[in-house]
Nanobody, 118 residues
Framework: QVQLVESGGGLAQPGGSLRLSCAASRSIFGGIFAMAWYRQAPGKQREFIAKITNSGSPNYADSVKGRFAISRDSAKNTAYLQMNSLKPEDTAVYYC???????????WGQGMQVTVSS
């Protein structure tokens, strides 16, 4: 059973930075097509933040464009999310998501809290 292990969350001040990581516990058969990040704030639905495919092309939600950067290390089955210029409205539980090349079900991380507050 593959698990996605997230790290790097916590408390940051407005204007500060955090770097999130998400690593698969073992290799995923056939490789990973896309790695993505989502978040869910209290009382709101889970929303897409960023995605990077195995071609290296990233795309972002408008709310984080220019502030967040997604990257991946396919050899390590790891995704990263560099979050800069953090705002209080970035406070949420952040989830990573891996989409396998094989077309089987996606993998999800357990979620980790990011709180932006002074």
């Amino acid at each position: 059973q593959v698990q996605l292990v997230e790290s790097g969350g916590g408390l940051a001040q407005p204007g500060g930075s955090l770097r999130l990581s998400c690593a698969a516990s073992r290799s995923i058969f056939g490789g990973i097509f896309a790695m993505a990040w989502y978040r869910q704030a209290p009382g709101k639905q889970r929303e897409f933040i960023a995605k990077i495919t195995n071609s290296g092309s990233p795309n972002y939600a408008d709310s984080v464009k220019g502030r967040f950067a997604i990257s991946r290390d396919s050899a390590k089955n790891t995704a990263y999310l560099q979050m800069n210029s953090l705002k209080p409205e970035d406070t949420a539980v952040y989830y990573c998501n891996f989409v396998p090349n094989s077309g089987t079900a996606d993998y999800w991380g357990q979620g980790m809290q990011v709180t932006v507050s002074s």
